[in-house]
Structures are given as C-alpha cells and as structure tokens.
C-alpha cells in the first residue's frame, strides 16, 4: 500500500492531535465516538497496521473536519486514497439496494450499454443539438428507475431546463452521456472512476460545448477536481451560482412558503457555494428563508454517501436534522438530488415530521412566472 504517499498528499502528518475534527464530525453523538484525530494518531503511530477498513469505509467523506482543521490535514481525502487501497485487495463497503447504483455505473464505464437516457424530455422543453451550452444530466433517470418510491429526479432536470428557457437559453443534452464517476472516485474503484471520466471527457471534448451546467453537486466538483483531460476553454457551473449571476432575468410569481436550505457538503463545503441558492430563494416574492442552526460551512451531512453504509446512524443524522428543519419552516429545499433522496427516505414512517423536502430547481421552476 503506498500508505506514505497518501500520508504526504493529504498532510496528514501535519496532525498535532488538537482534536478539532473530532467534535466537527457528525457521525460523533454522545452514544457513538467516530474520531478523526484517533484514527490519524493510530495510523502515524503504527502504518499500515493501524487501519481499520470499518472505520475507512464509515466516514461521509463530508469535510466538516477539513473545514475546522488548523494543520490542513485532508482527511476524506486521505480516506479516498486507503479505499482505493483496500478495493485493491478485496475489502468494499456495504452497498445500499444490493448495490444497483454500483452496478450501472460500472456497466456505464463499460461504455457498450443502449441508454434511453433522455426519454423524459417532453415537448414543452426547448432543447438544441446545435447550443454550445451543454446541460450536464447526471443519474436522475437511474433514480427514477431505481428509487422511484422517493420521487421524480428527473423532474429536477425538466425544471433545470424549464428555467434554462426562461432566460432565452436552449441547452445541448448528450444522449450518450455517463455517470461522473463521483461514487467510483470516492469508493476507491478507480479504474471505473477513470473510464468514466474518459467516456465523458471525450464525447464532450468533441463537442462544440463552451459551457456546461450542472444541477448535481456531485458532478460539478468531479468534473472541476477531478477531470484531467477536459477542453480548457469548457466553463463549468453549477445551475445555482449560473442562475444566481442572473436573478435579473428571471421573473417569479408570489409563494408564501417558509423555507429552510440544507447546504449539501459538495456544493457547500467542497466548492464554497453558498450564497447563490439562498439569493435565488429570496428572489421569490414572499417566501421567507429561515436558516438552521448548522448552516453553510458548518451544515451537516444527509447522512450517508455514495450508496453506501446506510445504516442506523444515518437515520439518526437524517431525522435530527428534518426535526430541526420542521420546528422552523414548512419545507427544506436542496440543490442536490442525493440529499433529496436521502431525506424524502428517511421521512418514510416519521408521521410526525410535519415538513417536505424540495428540489431547490423544481421549487424556482414552479414559481416562475407563466
Ligand atoms: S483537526 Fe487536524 S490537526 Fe487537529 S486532530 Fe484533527 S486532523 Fe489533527
Ligand atoms: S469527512 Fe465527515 S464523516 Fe468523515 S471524519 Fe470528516 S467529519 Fe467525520
Ligand atoms: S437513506 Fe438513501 S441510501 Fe439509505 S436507504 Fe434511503 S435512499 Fe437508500
């Protein structure tokens, strides 16, 4: 394992064992310790000895402890680096739904699967083979497919489209588009995270695309962090921060919602975006935006990552956290589709949440002006 190599890249022999992680991290409650700095201390201390592949596959990967770290140790990075070592030697995570979402995404890398990736498009969205703005669709229609008890998904892409044509844009959609890769990366199947990237990178590279626009947090930092060979002159936004640059243009009718923003940690803590989904939310007229005690930089986790390790101390994350969001708003909007699945699941059988879960898209999509 080239553990001392993983050691240097993320500074994790920067450690001085000041434990700030430790209490920034929400899988640590008063019932259950998950120690950052421990598992560090244990690694420094013994090498390869000292891993525990439990302990590597059960961080969210969430960054609140590289947020509060003052040595800027890159602990999820440092775990995406050991996974990739222990999938190497046989050791994987426990997969969610008998890993259906892992098993499309290494048929995708594969790249000889029949997609009908775009069969949700219907005719009241304007779209164009010819735009040079490509709209990044991601795996809305797995989910659809998959986890249809929790939701459309894809109902975020027609309401992404929805507000691309408002403001007069018709965006490019690839129908041969695959996964990002974002799970694969981060759960250490790096050869299927590389074939994936190569797969997009090249049918886009090809493409006349100038920009491309993404509603998943996920894509948007796989393809800025991790996307070697993309054309330097393709833009990247996520949907949010390209809407929020043009509040002026888009025109909302009234909705006297009281709402929340979960900030998901890729948009939030991985790219700093926070500000553009709330100026948006306040460009509706009468909706009032109320803010959670952990908001932007220190928001917690949905609970879970990469399809996997969905377990009792997710619930635990998930319903503390819909808790606080319905003491204080009717709804709690998203802009990204795997906390909106996370949470609408987590919902199932808690009848006393009196609270919804809303893509932040399809909640601007319905309250744009006819
Ligand atoms: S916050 Fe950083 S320096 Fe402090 S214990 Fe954690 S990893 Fe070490
Ligand atoms: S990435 Fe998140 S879950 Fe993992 S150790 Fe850091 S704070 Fe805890
Ligand atoms: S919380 Fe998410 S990963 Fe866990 S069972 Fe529900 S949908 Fe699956």
């Known amino acids: 394992m080239e553990l001392d190599e993983a050691v240097r890249d993320t500074n ?59 040595s800027d140790v890159k602990f999820p990075a440092f775990v995406r680096e050991i996974r990739g070592e222990l999938v190497k030697d046989g050791s994987y995570g426990e997969c969610s739904h008998a890993g259906i979402l892992h098993s499309l995404m290494r048929l995708m890398a594969g790249g000889q699967v029949k997609q009908k990736r775009l069969e949700w498009l219907d005719d009241s969205l304007e779209t164009s083979p010819r735009s040079n703005v490509l ?23 027609k309401s992404a489209v929805k507000l691309l044509n408002s403001i007069g844009i018709k965006p490019r959609l690839l129908k041969d588009e695959v996964c990002c890769g974002h799970d694969m990366l981060w759960t250490g199947e790096t050869e299927t995270f590389e074939d994936l990237e190569r797969i997009n990178t090249e049918r886009i590279n090809k493409s006349k695309v100038k920009k491309i626009i993404f509603t998943c947090p996920e894509c948007y930092d796989t393809f800025k962090e991790n996307y070697k060979d993309l054309r330097e002159d393709i833009e990247l936004h996520h949907l949010a921060q390209f809407l929020g640059d043009r509040i002026d243009d888009l025109e909302f009718k009234e909705n006297g919602k009281k709402v929340t923003f979960q900030d998901s940690c890729r948009l939030g803590r ?47 994350i998930q319903v503390e956290r819909l808790e606080e969001a319905s003491t204080i708003a009717d709804m709690m909007i998203t802009a990204c589709p795997k906390c909106l699945i996370h949470y609408r699941c987590a919902m199932d059988g808690q009848s006393k949440l009196d609270t919804d879960v809303k893509d932040l898209f399809v909640m601007l999509a319905e309250s744009l002006e006819p």
């Open 135 to 157: 709209l990044f669709v991601g795996c809305a229609p797995y989910y659809d497919a998959v986890l249809s008890e929790h939701g459309s998904h894809t109902e975020t892409t």
């Open 12 to 70: 994790v022999q920067m450690c001085y064992s000041c434990g700030k992680c430790t209490l920034a991290c929400p899988l640590t409650h008063d019932d259950h310790i998950y120690s950052p700095r421990r598992i560090v201390e244990t690694i420094l201390a013994h090498g390869e000895e000292g891993i525990s592949p439990a302990e590597m596959w059960e961080c969210l990967t969430c960054n609140a402890c590289s947020t509060y770290c003052p």
């Open 270 to 316: 991985f790219q700093g975006i926070y500000e553009p989904p709330r100026d948006l939310l306040l460009a509706v007229p009468g909706l009032e935006l109320v803010e959670m005690e952990d908001n932007r930089k220190k928001s917690v986790c949905c609970g879970t990552s990469c399809w996997m390790n969905c377990d009792q101390e997710s619930k635990r």
